[in-house]
T-cell receptor, first 113, second 113 residues
């Protein structure tokens, strides 16, 4: 599985935007970029995913570099409930990827009131 | 629509015993994946089942096994428990399409004494 690199931790203030970076220099052409987050004492939660174009949903935006070797998860206005571990995951199609998410260490996001 | 449910939520066993964990996926989801989460190793993929067949398997010993029933419910079994098997066991279900989102349950916290 192609690997991703994320900062160990980041901090933000409430109601400010947060940009969480992820490097994936060995990404293949068919790999989708997924983001999940895990709040304390809960299972991981899907946030967003994309292939080449930037994506928006009600939770966040995903900005993907033109060469696809990096991406950024954007939380437009952080709240205390966004404090979690954020995982950037590459997901291939089929074969050894069936049902498998390869989690790295993720980024611990701390949100200050 | 009800989310992924896992039973039991907490379990205490002693070394050498065996344990069975249960997972009920979201209605309509045919793929069920299992993960182990420990502080030292993070989230690791165990195996994935689709239509009662194991399609993918992580790097765990044969003591870890699973199965899926015709209604897509899945069970995971760990035999001859070891202290290192203490972990949070997470189940996730998905529609199993190329870019499928995985929906996680709350997990079963297993403690081996």
């Amino acid at each position: 599985d192609a690997k991703t690199t994320q900062p160990n931790s980041m901090e933000s203030n409430e109601e400010e935007p947060v940009h969480l970076p992820c490097n994936h220099s060995t990404i293949s052409g068919t790999d989708y970029i997924h983001w999940y987050r895990q709040l304390p004492s809960q299972g991981p939660e899907y946030v967003i995913h994309g292939l080449t174009s930037n994506v928006n949903n009600r939770m966040a935006s995903l900005a993907i570099a033109e060469d696809r070797k990096s991406s950024t998860l954007i939380l437009h206005r952080a709240t205390l409930r966004d404090a979690a571990v954020y995982y950037c995951i590459l997901r291939g199609a089929g074969g050894t990827s069936y049902g498998k998410l390869t989690f790295g260490q993720g980024t611990i996001l701390t949100v200050h009131p | 629509k009800a989310g992924v449910t896992q039973t039991p939520r907490y379990l205490i066993k002693t070394r050498g015993q065996q344990v069975t964990l249960s997972c009920s996926p979201i209605s309509g989801h045919r793929s069920v994946s299992w993960y182990q989460q420990t502080p030292g190793q993070g989230l690791q993929f165990l195996f994935e089942y689709f239509s009662e067949t194991q399609r993918n398997k992580g790097n765990f010993p044969g003591r870890f096994s699973g199965r899926q029933f015709s209604n897509s419910r899945s069970e995971m079994n760990v035999s001859t428990l070891e202290l290192g098997d203490s972990a949070l066991y997470l189940c996730a279900s998905s529609l199993a399409v190329v870019t499928d989102t995985q929906y996680f349950g709350p997990g079963t916290r297993l403690t081996v004494l």
